[in-house]
């Protein structure tokens, strides 16, 4: 392992040197991390009407997965995942955070319209929280929907830190205008894999392809607190309408979900309500993906709500269901293979508005060799050449023409916009509002925002190895 721990030395560095670039910026203007440190105090001030105000110290924590497996990590409050934020859509919200992680840090706020100051990105001029310091995010919570909040930092080879954590948490913001809420019961779910380990593909599968690099693979996952089997069942009756928000909170492993003899009735996808509440036998969603589900609860028994790929589900990743006056073991069965479309979920006959630009987008790879580490381009460019990856101008609407030339699924992810699905594959869409698409390996989407939230705003793959290792770019604006 010497040759790695060598590597590692060297790649750290390099980020050292390219955030510190960074944080002088000529992107975010003649800004410093003490300038930083002192604006979001500032504003502060300006806000009297505080609805929320949230204490998050990020430190070491032991977390019992199930008896006597005890993970490691690092975490929101000693809880994964980290508290509930309840914020109400439109009122400020002031979050104060203290590193005590061991290491830079910084929170991220996900699927919110925020300054890029306070939306936890350095590529974008937040500041970097350094170990043993404090930091107060504050800002207008808006839109409405299922968020969440997550470490930002870099990972690179280490894979206890950033999204490979317990450094993740459901961020709610709740519509001003109240909830019509025609469910009986709400449950919360984060799906998460552990214990991730580095390896080459070749040496598991004796076969091709020849000159892929490592990949992280997972020896535990939980989708709640605790491995299937582990946690207390979520309790149920017949007759029960159960509104499920469902987060991948995993660092680079997309999931698909059943709940056998229950199908979902799917409100809303990354937090925006479909057009088309569409019901689904499997659900799948990518790294960072979120789903609000509602369960009618109309099959009573006692099941298991996991994952559909068996090694997964066996290694942890499920929760048992377990409905009122049933006795026995929890029962799983293996749903109809189904494929994953977003277009159920659109506007059928409506085409979106038309862009006023397009910019073609397409990501590949360049594989590390057996024991490496591979590399990723948007355009032929890795971070940080892709900053910036293209500039736009306020109020016009931009079409990303996204091409995944590449043998892997990439969840792509656009900071402090929502965008609109216009097309999947060949398949044209309107209407489903999305923070982050999940692209297929070798397969085509097109996306729509409008550049309506000024500032230097981060585009990458949420996968976290994907990421730190270039699959990201800047926009910004003119
Ligand atoms: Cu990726």
């Not at 991390?33 to 110290?57: G, N, W």
């Not at 006597?68 to 955070?97: C, F, H, M, Q, W």
């Not at 492993?253 to 937090?271: E, N, Q, T, Y």
């Not at 091409?403 to 060949?426: A, C, Q, W």
Request: with cysteine; charged share 20%; hydrophobic share 35%.
């Amino acid at each position: 392992m010497a040759k790695f721990d060598q590597r590692e030395g060297t790649r750290h560095s390099q980020l050292l040197l390219s955030r510190r670039a960074l944080l002088r910026g000529a992107q975010a203007g003649a800004f410093s991390l003490a300038a930083a440190r002192t604006l979001p105090r500032a504003h502060a001030q300006a806000m009297q009407d505080e609805s929320a105000d949230y204490k998050i110290r990020i430190a070491p924590a032991s977390i019992e997965i199930a008896p006597g497996k005890v993970i490691r990590t690092t975490a929101y409050n000693g809880t994964v995942p980290g508290p509930v934020l309840r914020i109400k859509e439109g009122r400020p919200v002031r979050i104060d955070v203290t590193n005590d992680s061991g290491y830079p840090n910084l929170i991220h706020s996900h699927g919110l319209m925020i300054p890029s100051l306070q939306d936890g990105a350095t590529e974008e001029g937040s500041p970097i929280i350094g170990v043993g310091e404090s930091l107060t995010y504050s800002y207008v919570a808006k839109p409405s929907g299922t968020r969440w909040y997550h470490s930002h930092a870099m990972a690179m080879t280490d894979l206890a830190r950033s999204t490979y954590s317990g450094e993740f948490g459901f961020l709610i913001v709740e519509p001003a205008a109240g909830d019509a809420g025609s469910y009986d019961r709400e449950v919360l779910l984060a799906a998460h894999h552990w214990e991730g380990h580095w390896v080459s593909l070749q040496d598991i599968k004796k076969g091709p392809p020849p000159d892929n690099g490592l990949e992280v693979m997972y020896h535990a996952a939980t989708l709640g607190d605790r491995m299937l089997g582990h946690g207390d069942p979520i309790k149920v009756r017949a007759g029960e309408r159960v509104l499920f928000r469902v987060l991948n909170a995993s660092g680079n492993m997309g999931i698909s979900l059943a709940l056998p003899g229950h199908r979902f009735k799917v409100l809303a996808l990354d937090g925006n309500p479909v057009p088309t509440t569409a019901t689904v036998d499997v659900l799948k969603l990518d790294v960072a993906e979120r789903a609000d589900v509602i369960v009618e609860m109309n099959n009573p028994g006692i099941w298991v709500f996991g994952s559909t790929d068996d090694e997964d589900r066996n290694m942890g990743m499920g929760v048992v269901v377990e409905y009122a006056n049933q006795t026995g073991r929890p029962a799983w069965r293996a749903s109809a293979a189904s494929k994953w479309d977003y277009t159920v979920f659109g506007r059928s006959g409506a085409a979106a508005a038309a862009p006023d630009e397009t910019v073609s987008l397409k990501f590949e790879k360049v594989p590390g060799g057996r024991g490496g580490y591979n590399r990723w381009t948007i355009n032929g460019k890795s971070w940080p050449d892709t900053n910036p990856l293209f500039t736009v101008r306020q109020g016009r609407r931009y079409r990303l023409l996204l091409d995944n030339n590449s043998g892997d699924e990439h969840p792509v992810h656009l900071h402090r916009h929502s965008f609109e699905i216009t097309k999947v594959g060949d398949k044209p869409t309107s209407a489903i509002i999305k923070d982050t698409i999940s692209l297929p390996r070798f397969s085509t989407a097109e996306v729509d925002f409008v550049a309506d939230d000024p500032g230097p705003t981060l585009f990458h793959c949420h996968h976290q190895d994907h990421m730190d290792e270039g699959f990201a770019g800047l926009i910004l604006y003119e």
